[in-house]
């Protein structure tokens, strides 16, 4: 599959392939359809809303990911780069593809990063939330959402061992140390 550059950010490369953009469509029609059937906040609203939940998913995707490559910096083992969309409405870290054979203790290190990273977000996250609480509805579930997708899904989901998250790299690595 292609992928495309974005740049780079933090010595790191940002790439994105093309699935990131049907996975935020996907995000933003199931978001929208919550907001007026659920939340009854009307198409236009439920529209704007879902766009800015959208894009808080992936400045938080981002931030989970700096949070790995902060953690394999202090390793000595950085990271390359950072790929969208390999996963739908999820990314990955990219390794330099020379990189040596490592001990367990440093995948270990790295992976631990992204969901500290993460953690931490959740806590600016919900002070957000609280805040947009103030403003009006559609934010309010907005700043929820973008509460909620940090720390169920990048603090706490990431553990749970599906071949391709942090819980799967802990788990191989572990019994390993």
Do not use: C
Request: hydrophobic share 55%; net charge positive; proline share 5%.
């Amino acid at each position: 599959m292609h992928e495309y550059r974005l740049g780079t950010l933090a010595g790191l490369q940002l790439r994105v392939m093309p699935f990131a953009l049907v996975g935020s469509l996907l995000l933003l029609v199931v978001l929208s359809g919550f907001a007026m059937v659920v939340l009854h906040i009307s198409i236009g609203e439920a529209l704007a809303g879902s766009l800015l939940a959208v894009l808080l998913h992936w400045v938080s995707t981002l931030v989970h990911h700096l949070g790995h490559a902060w953690a394999a910096r202090q390793t000595g083992y950085p990271m390359s780069g950072i790929r969208f969309g390999m996963w739908g409405v999820l990314a990955t870290s990219v390794y330099p593809p020379d990189e040596p054979t490592l001990p367990a203790k440093v995948h270990i290190r790295r992976a631990w990063g992204g969901p500290l990273g993460s953690f931490l977000f959740s806590l600016v996250a919900f002070v957000i939330a609280l805040l947009l609480r103030t403003v009006n509805e559609s934010l309010g579930w907005v700043g929820t959402f973008f509460f909620l997708d940090n720390l169920l899904v990048f603090t706490l989901g990431v553990f749970v061992p599906l071949g391709f998250t942090d819980g799967s790299t802990l788990w191989q690595w572990w019994g390993k140390r």
